[in-house]
């Protein structure tokens, strides 16, 4: 369990979590796995991505969670680490595809102008702005080695957007919990919860058109676990807060997809 809390601490679960989904993603739509060197630099991208972003927190002065307080006990560390990312990202470039090089630029292009964006506080003029491009950039790095190689049908917007949904989801829980925590007053309370709330019946939605419209069901039960875990935090958990670790850990969800493929043969 303490391993556990150590990987949450430092944002690890995620990177867990976004690999799972890579896996199911790939698995649903090319039929195969992705690539080693495919695998690593989502590992560096993402996890780099959310170090950098507490850095950037850090130096506004925002520390919200004990994540953001054991990040900033352990600078120096951290700052290795994104160091090692880039160089390990870097070399995984010489063996990808060409274009999912050009696919990832143009997602770095996204980020830079994200980045600058909330160092400037543009973000906080609209309420969850943040969190909405968050989840865009989530949903869009991580599928890129499968939204490149595909068209665009009826099942890739499905799955897409349930995907976005699932993070927009989480990113307004948790986010809204921790302003209201420590007591910011700017979070649109209560819009949030009406928002939080309009997110869950779309994906409802979604829920009932793949039940009616995809062959393959069995493809959707990951995201529909993550979905229901997520729910069961926001409607009964009673510390919110400390069941993030579970909110992160649910995106491993994939793992009992390719479980039941595996016994099913």
């Not at 969670?65 to 120096?76: I, K, L, P």
């Not at 292009?109 to 950039?137: C, D, H, N, Q």
């Not at 309370?189 to 409802?204: A, D, Q, R, T």
């Not at 935090?233 to 069941?243: D, V």
């Amino acid at each position: 369990m303490r391993f556990i809390k150590i990987a949450h601490l430092l944002s690890f679960d995620v990177v867990c979590g976004t690999l799972a989904f890579q896996a199911l993603l790939h698995e649903l739509f090319l039929k195969e796995m992705p690539s080693r060197s495919e695998q690593i630099s989502l590992v560096c991208a993402v996890w780099g991505i959310y170090l950098i972003d507490r850095m950037i927190d850090r130096k506004k002065g925002v520390l919200q969670d004990e994540r953001h307080s054991f990040q900033s006990q352990y600078a120096n560390l951290i700052k290795i680490i994104v160091f090692v990312l880039l160089l390990i990202g870097g070399l995984s470039l010489r063996v990808l595809d060409p274009s999912l090089i050009y696919f990832g630029l143009s997602l770095c292009f996204i980020l830079l102008i994200y980045w600058v964006l909330w160092y400037f506080g543009a973000f906080s003029r609209i309420p969850f702005s943040k969190e909405f491009m968050t989840a865009l950039i989530y949903t869009l790095g991580v599928g890129a080695t499968t939204w490149y190689r595909i068209p665009t049908t009826q099942r890739t917007v499905i799955l897409g957007t349930s995907l976005f949904l699932l993070v927009l989801q989480n990113l307004i829980m948790f986010n809204a919990w921790e302003l209201e925590e420590y007591g910011d007053t700017n979070v649109g309370w209560p819009y949030w919860k009406y928002l939080l709330i309009g997110i869950e019946v779309l994906f409802l939605l979604l829920f009932i058109v793949v039940l009616f419209y995809l062959d393959e069901k069995i493809t959707f039960v990951p995201f529909a676990i993550t979905f229901a875990i997520q729910s069961w935090i926001h409607y009964f958990s009673k510390n919110k807060l400390a069941s993030r670790i579970w909110g992160e850990l649910a995106y491993c969800s994939p793992i009992l997809y390719f479980a039941y493929e595996f016994f099913s043969k």
